[in-house]
């Protein structure tokens, strides 16, 4: 969610008064000498990032040395390391400090990026930094610099969150994956030692764990990643070097391993996960998506698992969609700027064709005006239009008593009047959707297993209701009954907790929302 906002903020420096900042890629030693809100980094001023979400359309959020973000510049391109001035390195295609793909030194040292464009760990230079392996590590491989009050400490930052089946995962502010609940079919990515036995009769881990890689063979341990998304039993991750890494379930096929699909993957920057099939961005160019797993519904568009091939729209090309979203059995996506297509299962009119059915080549859904967002859960899809939502599939679970039956056309949200939604979250596990207001509160409708949304409300929750705990969050993952959010920055979950999946140290029937437990 942060990230849209500093997108919003960034182009609104851009765009605010009668013409563009014209100082947008003037070479700086300083941000003094930049105007507006621009930063100076990478030797340019450039637009303030944390992810390629957050800069203009064809632009990538490159880090440097610190860890810090700025958005990409014509000037970046290049093919090889000549093509670089002096201390930057072609990495993915672009100019970037090479540090940023440096994850061990001595813990006297830390990574200095040389004319020659190399990456070097210098001795007696290790003041904490993202590629600093003490300050990567901070002891916390174990969980030992963690301190237990439901945040990650002074030493970490959670910024991202996800939540699958009966487990859920995080990612620190380091690239550190934390993940914990189910354990089935290797969910969590955690090594076997931290395993127990919970309610539900199912390996699990009912605290935060750190996953590891298995094979060191096949990948470094221990991993630092830039994303995590969490799936039925798997979860798939996007590493520091922009490779996908995958484990658990049909999506991985193996251990936590690097394009664990079984072919190798170009670079990409996103990776979802469904219930059992995974899609990736490629950054090209041209950026395109391609997916793996099952294809029982036809959600991959590909033979059988498991194949990875490109999703093809209409045009008869590589999907350039500008986002893609995964419901438990079926996908859709947002192409030319506002259209939604949608294609696999189709039980309840889901992917947008009168059910039952199975789409096997995306279809249009017909909205009223272009969507900005999706939101698709197991049981329906939503898109925020403008600042309203609409939705299609069980009428149980799109979020208005208009519905009398299952549609495969959307409908229109029941939300107080002048009620103003900025995002909208759903989950490819979940049952249940929240959309959040121009205040920064929740409204969430569709299942409440666990009284996730709501303890004394019963499941399906046919209109939207306003969850006032999750008022403020940053982060909402959504799983299957029971949800996650960063709220003041402290991760917290609610629901259904025989795996722990609500993090912490117990598992039970059902929880209120609460922070979880660090190690």
Same mark, same amino acid.
């Given at each position: 969610?942060?990230?849209?906002v500093?997108?919003?903020?960034?182009?609104?420096?851009?765009?605010?008064?009668?013409?563009?900042?014209?100082?947008?890629?003037?070479?700086?030693?300083?941000?003094?000498?930049?105007?507006?809100?621009?930063?100076?980094?990478?030797?340019?001023?450039?637009?303030? *990032?944390?992810?390629n979400? /957050? !800069? @203009?359309? %064809?632009?990538? &959020?490159?880090?440097? =040395?610190?860890?810090?973000?700025?958005? +990409?510049?014509?000037?970046?391109? *290049?093919?090889?390391?000549? /093509? !670089? @001035?002096? %201390?930057?390195? &072609?990495?993915?295609? =672009?100019?970037?400090?090479?540090?940023? +793909?440096?994850?061990?030194?001595?813990?006297?040292?830390?990574c200095?990026?040389?004319?020659?464009?190399?990456?070097?760990?210098?001795?007696?230079?290790?003041?904490?930094?993202?590629?600093?392996?003490?300050?990567?590590?901070?002891?916390?491989?174990?969980?030992?610099?963690?301190?237990?009050?439901?945040?990650?400490?002074s030493?970490?930052?959670i910024?991202?969150?996800?939540?699958?089946?009966?487990?859920?995962?995080?990612?620190?502010?380091?690239?550190?994956?934390?993940?914990?609940?189910?354990?089935?079919?290797?969910?969590d990515?955690?090594?076997?030692?931290?395993?127990?036995?919970?309610?539900?009769?199912?390996?699990?881990?009912?605290?935060?764990?750190?996953?590891?890689?298995?094979?060191?063979?096949?990948?470094?341990?221990?991993?630092?990643?830039?994303?995590?998304?969490?799936?039925?039993?798997?979860?798939?991750?996007?590493?520091?070097?922009?490779?996908v890494?995958?484990?658990?379930?049909?999506?991985?096929?193996?251990?936590?391993?690097?394009?664990?699909?079984g072919?190798?993957?170009?670079?990409?920057?996103?990776a979802?996960?469904?219930?059992?099939f995974?899609?990736?961005?490629?950054?090209?160019?041209?950026?395109?998506?391609?997916?793996?797993?099952?294809?029982?519904?036809?959600?991959?568009?590909?033979?059988?698992?498991?194949?990875?091939?490109?999703?093809?729209?209409?045009?008869?090309?590589?999907?350039?969609?500008?986002?893609v979203?995964?419901?438990?059995?079926?996908?859709?996506?947002?192409?030319?700027?506002?259209?939604?297509?949608?294609?696999?299962?189709?039980?309840?009119?889901?992917?947008?064709?009168?059910?039952?059915?199975?789409?096997?080549?995306?279809?249009?859904?017909?909205?009223?005006?272009?969507?900005?967002?999706?939101a698709?859960?197991?049981?329906?899809?939503?898109?925020?239009?403008?600042?309203?939502?609409?939705?299609?599939?069980?009428?149980?679970?799109?979020?208005?008593?208009?519905?009398?039956?299952?549609?495969?056309?959307?409908?229109?949200?029941?939300?107080?009047?002048?009620?103003?939604?900025?995002?909208?979250?759903?989950?490819?596990?979940?049952?249940?959707?929240?959309?959040?207001?121009?205040?920064?509160a929740?409204?969430?409708?569709?299942?409440?297993?666990?009284?996730?949304?709501?303890?004394?409300?019963?499941?399906?929750?046919?209109?939207?209701?306003?969850?006032?705990?999750?008022?403020?969050?940053?982060?909402?993952?959504?799983?299957?009954?029971?949800?996650?959010?960063?709220?003041?920055?402290?991760?917290?979950?609610?629901?259904?907790?025989d795996?722990?999946?609500?993090?912490?140290?117990?598992?039970?029937?059902?929880?209120?929302?609460?922070?979880?437990?660090?190690?």
């Amino acid at each position: 969610m942060r990230g849209f906002v500093s997108r919003g903020i960034a182009l609104l420096a851009l765009l605010g008064g009668c013409q563009a900042d014209v100082s947008v890629g003037r070479p700086c030693a300083t941000t003094s000498e930049c105007s507006g809100t621009l930063v100076c980094r990478l030797g340019r001023c450039r637009v303030d *990032c944390v992810e390629n979400r /957050d !800069c @203009p359309a %064809g632009q990538r &959020c490159l880090l440097d =040395a610190t860890g810090a973000g700025a958005c +990409s510049l014509d000037v970046d391109a *290049c093919r090889t390391m000549s /093509d !670089c @001035p002096s %201390g930057l390195a &072609c990495v993915d295609a =672009a100019c970037s400090n090479p540090c940023t +793909s440096v994850t061990e030194c001595p813990a006297d040292s830390s990574c200095v990026a040389g004319s020659d464009h190399v990456a070097r760990c210098v001795p007696g230079t290790s003041d904490a930094g993202p590629n600093d392996a003490a300050a990567l590590d901070g002891g916390s491989i174990d969980g030992s610099s963690v301190d237990g009050s439901g945040d990650a400490g002074s030493r970490h930052t959670i910024v991202s969150l996800s939540a699958g089946t009966s487990h859920a995962c995080m990612v620190s502010d380091l690239g550190e994956i934390w993940c914990w609940g189910s354990a089935e079919g290797g969910a969590d990515g955690t090594p076997t030692t931290s395993h127990s036995q919970c309610m539900s009769g199912s390996p699990c881990v009912t605290v935060p764990t750190r996953a590891m890689t298995h094979d060191a063979a096949m990948l470094p341990a221990p991993l630092f990643v830039q994303s995590v998304n969490t799936g039925y039993n798997d979860g798939v991750a996007i590493d520091a070097t922009g490779h996908v890494v995958a484990w658990g379930g049909p999506t991985g096929f193996a251990d936590l391993v690097r394009d664990g699909i079984g072919v190798p993957l170009a670079l990409a920057d996103r990776a979802l996960d469904g219930d059992g099939f995974a899609y990736a961005r490629l950054v090209g160019p041209p950026i395109s998506w391609v997916g793996w797993g099952y294809d029982d519904f036809m959600q991959v568009v590909v033979p059988a698992m498991p194949s990875v091939d490109t999703t093809v729209l209409p045009n008869g090309r590589p999907d350039m969609a500008d986002d893609v979203a995964l419901g438990g059995q079926h996908a859709c996506a947002i192409r030319n700027a506002g259209e939604v297509w949608c294609w696999g299962h189709d039980e309840v009119g889901e992917a947008g064709v009168t059910p039952p059915s199975e789409v096997a080549a995306p279809v249009h859904v017909a909205l009223h005006a272009p969507a900005t967002e999706l939101a698709i859960t197991g049981n329906a899809s939503c898109a925020l239009v403008g600042t309203e939502v609409w939705c299609w599939g069980d009428n149980a679970y799109v979020g208005t008593r208009a519905a009398a039956s299952d549609t495969a056309t959307a409908v229109q949200v029941t939300l107080p009047a002048g009620t103003t939604i900025l995002h909208v979250y759903g989950g490819a596990c979940a049952g249940t959707t929240c959309a959040e207001d121009s205040t920064h509160a929740f409204w969430c409708w569709g299942g409440n297993g666990g009284g996730a949304i709501g303890p004394t409300l019963s499941t399906p929750v046919l209109e939207p209701v306003l969850v006032p705990p999750l008022a403020g969050a940053t982060e909402l993952a959504l799983g299957s009954d029971f949800l996650c959010a960063l709220v003041g920055g402290v991760p917290s979950c609610a629901g259904q907790n025989d795996s722990g999946q609500l993090g912490r140290g117990t598992s039970s029937v059902s929880e209120m929302l609460g922070p979880i437990t660090m190690p």
